[in-house]
C-alpha cells in the first residue's frame, strides 16, 4: 500500500510541476506581448512607421507571390497535366532551327496506329472564334476542333452530359459561361446550335469554365474533328498531305513512357513519309507542364519564356521584403539608447539576457502580426487594380490552409529577422555602466546600421533605376515605327459564307457612310501570321538552299491607307 501511496504522490508532483511550467510559461509570454503593446502605445508614430513600413512591403511582397503563384500553377487545373504534351516540330532553314507548333494532319493518325507510348493522340484546330447561333440570339466565341478523346484527356469537369459527346460528328459541348449565355435558364441539353450560319450540331455536354491560368482559357467550346473535315473542303483534303502544316496534336503518354525517350522515337515521323522535305522536319513532345513558363526556342533548344519573368519579380518581391526589414532594424537600433536604462533596470532584478531577447522577439513578432493584418487589407483592396495591370484574376484564398500556413510561417519569419539584431543588439547592454550612466555605445557598435543603410539606399537605387528602365522600355515599345499606321484601325473576323459573299457590299456600304476611308481583306491580322511558305525561286538564288517567307493573301488595296 505504501509503494502505491508513493507512486500516486509522485505521478501528482510530477503533473503539478508541469502545469506549474506550462502556467509560468504562459504568464512570461502573456507579460511579454503586454509590455510590447505599452512600449507601442507609448511610442505612437515610431510605432505607425514601422507597422506600416513593415505592411506595405509585406503586402508588394504578398501581390508578387500571388502572382508567381497563378504562373507556377499554370494548366494544373487538368488532373494529367504531367502525362500530357503538344506535337511540335523543329525545322531547318539556312542553318538554323525553327520550332513551330504546326503540324500536318495525317501525324495523329500515325502516331496512334503505331506506337503503344500513348493513351491518347488528339488532334485539334486553331482557337478561332466562330458564330453560335440559338434561336435568336447570336454570340461569337472562341472554341476549338478537337478529336473525341480531347474531353478525357483535358479532365474536363462536366456538369451536364458526358465527355462522350464528342462521338457524334455533328454534336458540341460548351462551358458552363457560354451555356447560361446562350440558352439562359432553359436545358441546353440536346439543343441545336447553329455554327457560322453553316453547320448545325446538337449540345450533347456542359463543362465547368476552364480557368485563367490555363493555356486553353479561351477554349469555351469543343466541336468534334469529324465535323471539321465535313465542313471545311481544305481540311479533308489535308487528311493525307504530310507538307500542309496547319493543324495541332495533342497527346497523354502512358504512365510508364518518358516523354524524351518518345520523342526520340517519333523524331523522324514526318521526314519518312517526305524525305525530300528540304526543312527536314524533327518532330518533339513539349509537355504541357512546360507551356507557359518555357515557351521560347532558339535554334532547337528551350530558351526561356516566362520563367524569366517568375524569377525577376521573385527577386523585386525578395528585395522589396528585405528594404522593409532594414527599415524595421534601423528604426529599432535608432532608439536603442533611449531603452539602455530599460535594460539596466531589468538585468540589475534579475532577468537573463535570453528573456530580453524574448521581449524584444515578442515585440517584433507582434509589429510584424499588425503588419500582416494591414497588409491584407492593402492586398485586397488593390488586387482589382493589379488585376488589371497584370492581366489576371487573382483573388486572396481565404479558405486555404496552405496560405495561411505560409502567412503566418511569413511572418514569424520576417519578425524574427527583422527583431533579431536589435534584440541581441540591446540586450547585450552591461547593467552596471547603463545605471551608472557611463554607459557609451562602442566605436563599432553603428556599424552594422551604417551597413544596413548603405544596404537600403543600394537596393532602393537599383530598383529605381531598373524601374526606370523598364518604363522607357515599355514607352519606346509603345511608340516605336510599326510601318503602318495604327490610328482608327479595326480588324473583324469573316466567319460566314454570308460575310465572304457578300464582302463587296459591306465595303461598298462602309465607303459610302463617310466614316471609313478604306477597307480590304487579309489572310490573316496585321500583327500576326498564320502562313508560311517555301519554293520561292529569284536570280541568284543558291539551288541548294530553301527560304521560307511568311504569306499573306490580301485584297488589291491592301497598301492603301
Request: aromatic share 12%; charged share 20%.
Amino acid at each position: 500500500m505504501t509503494n502505491i501511496f508513493k507512486n500516486d504522490a509522485t505521478k501528482i508532483s510530477a503533473f503539478s510541476s508541469l502545469n506549474y511550467t506550462l502556467l509560468n510559461l504562459y504568464l512570461m509570454i502573456r507579460n511579454y506581448f503586454k509590455v510590447a503593446i505599452r512600449a507601442l502605445l507609448k511610442n505612437k508614430v515610431y510605432s505607425l512607421i514601422n507597422i506600416v513600413g513593415l505592411a506595405l512591403g509585406m503586402a508588394v511582397t504578398m501581390l508578387i507571390g500571388l502572382w508567381i503563384w497563378d504562373e507556377l500553377t499554370y494548366d494544373r487545373y487538368h488532373q494529367n497535366h504531367d502525362r500530357i504534351a503538344q506535337v511540335m516540330m523543329h525545322q531547318s532553314w539556312d542553318g538554323r532551327k525553327g520550332t513551330q507548333t504546326a503540324v500536318p494532319v495525317p501525324l495523329h493518325h500515325e502516331l496512334k496506329e503505331k506506337y503503344s507510348d500513348f493513351k491518347y493522340v488528339v488532334p485539334s484546330s486553331w482557337t478561332f472564334g466562330h458564330i453560335l447561333a440559338y434561336k435568336g440570339t447570336k454570340l461569337n466565341k472562341t472554341g476549338n476542333y478537337m478529336g473525341a478523346d480531347g474531353p478525357h484527356m483535358l479532365s474536363l469537369e462536366m456538369l451536364k452530359g458526358t465527355r462522350m459527346g464528342l462521338k457524334d460528328p455533328h454534336s458540341i459541348i460548351i462551358d458552363e459561361s457560354l451555356a447560361k449565355a446562350l440558352f439562359l435558364d432553359e436545358d441546353p441539353i440536346n439543343k441545336i446550335v447553329k455554327i457560322d450560319n453553316k453547320s448545325e450540331v446538337k449540345v450533347t455536354g456542359v463543362y465547368k469554365d476552364l480557368p485563367n491560368n490555363t493555356e486553353l482559357n479561351e477554349v469555351h467550346y469543343l466541336l468534334p474533328w469529324e465535323l471539321y473535315l465535313i465542313a471545311e473542303p481544305w481540311v479533308k483534303e489535308s487528311r493525307e498531305s504530310w507538307g500542309n502544316n496547319s493543324f495541332q496534336t495533342y497527346v497523354q503518354l502512358q504512365p510508364t513512357a518518358d516523354f524524351e525517350k518518345v520523342s526520340a522515337k517519333i523524331k523522324n515521323t514526318i521526314l519518312n513519309h517526305n524525305p525530300k522535305d528540304a526543312a527536314k522536319p524533327e518532330v518533339f513532345l513539349h509537355p504541357m507542364s512546360k507551356w507557359h513558363l518555357y515557351s521560347e526556342f532558339k535554334n532547337g533548344v528551350i530558351a526561356g519564356g516566362r520563367i524569366e519573368f517568375v524569377w525577376l519579380f521573385g527577386c523585386i518581391g525578395a528585395f522589396v521584403l528585405l528594404l522593409a526589414c532594414i527599415n524595421f532594424m534601423n528604426l529599432s537600433t535608432a532608439r536603442s539608447e533611449k531603452r539602455a536604462k530599460e535594460v539596466g533596470i531589468r538585468k540589475a532584478i534579475g532577468s537573463v539576457r535570453t528573456q530580453l531577447v524574448g521581449q524584444f522577439l515578442s515585440e517584433s513578432l507582434l509589429v510584424s502580426f499588425l503588419a500582416l493584418a494591414l497588409s491584407i487589407l492593402l492586398v485586397e483592396a488593390s488586387l482589382p487594380f493589379f488585376n488589371d495591370l497584370s492581366s489576371k484574376h487573382l483573388a486572396l484564398p481565404w479558405q486555404s490552409p496552405v496560405f495561411w500556413l505560409m502567412a503566418v510561417g511569413f511572418t514569424v519569419f520576417t519578425g524574427l529577422i527583422s527583431g533579431s539584431y536589435p534584440a541581441f543588439y540591446l540586450s547585450s547592454f552591461q547593467p552596471v555602466k547603463v545605471l551608472k550612466g557611463t554607459f557609451r555605445v562602442g566605436r563599432y557598435a553603428s556599424l552594422p546600421r551604417k551597413v544596413l543603410v548603405v544596404l537600403q539606399f543600394t537596393v532602393s537605387v537599383t530598383l529605381i533605376i531598373g524601374t526606370i528602365a523598364v518604363f522607357r522600355q515599355v514607352q519606346f515599345a509603345k511608340d516605336r515605327p510599326v510601318g503602318f499606321n495604327r490610328e482608327g484601325l479595326i480588324y473583324l473576323n469573316m466567319n460566314t459564307e454570308e460575310s465572304y459573299k457578300n464582302y463587296q457590299a459591306f465595303r461598298t456600304e462602309l465607303l459610302s457612310s463617310g466614316v471609313v476611308a478604306n477597307v480590304t481583306k487579309s489572310s490573316s491580322p496585321i500583327t500576326q501570321l498564320y502562313s508560311n511558305q517555301i519554293g520561292f525561286d529569284w536570280k541568284g538564288k543558291d539551288p541548294n538552299k530553301q527560304a521560307l517567307f511568311g504569306t499573306v493573301a490580301v485584297s488589291e488595296d491592301f497598301g492603301k491607307r
